[in-house]
Nanobody, 123 residues
Framework: QVQLVESGGGLVQAGGSLRLACAASGRTFKMYAMGWFRQAPGKEREFVTAISGNGSSTYYTDSVKGRFTISRDNAKNTVYLQMNSLKPEDTAVYYC????????????????WGQGTRVTVSS
């Protein structure tokens, strides 16, 4: 069973950057599509971005395009989220998720979740 542990959250000023990491257990990490979600205070969890198993395909929600970059290092069983030009509205708990059923990013069903890491962007 895949276990996910996020790290890298913190407090940053608007316009700043943070890099989140998600370490995964298991030998078949490269076969999983991975994603990042976030949940802001008082709001539902929302999709942020996803990456295919081999890293060749990515997809972003419109609000983070051009600012966030997802990547993965399959040798390290880790997926990253580089967040630049952060805005106060990016404040949320960020969750890493895995879809063990496919390596693609079409119609994913993310069923494995980390515990989340908090990102706070001050204005």
């Amino acid at each position: 069973q895949v276990q996910l542990v996020e790290s890298g959250g913190g407090l940053v000023q608007a316009g700043g950057s943070l890099r989140l990491a998600c370490a995964a257990s298991g030998r078949t990490f490269k076969m999983y599509a991975m994603g990042w979600f976030r949940q802001a205070p008082g709001k539902e969890r929302e999709f942020v971005t996803a990456i295919s198993g081999n890293g060749s395909s990515t997809y972003y929600t419109d609000s983070v395009k051009g600012r966030f970059t997802i990547s993965r290092d399959n040798a390290k069983n880790t997926v990253y989220l580089q967040m630049n030009s952060l805005k106060p509205e990016d404040t949320a708990v960020y969750y890493c998720a895995a879809d063990p059923t496919t390596s693609g990013i079409d119609g994913n069903m993310f069923s494995r979740w980390g515990q989340g890491t908090r990102v706070t962007v001050s204005s």
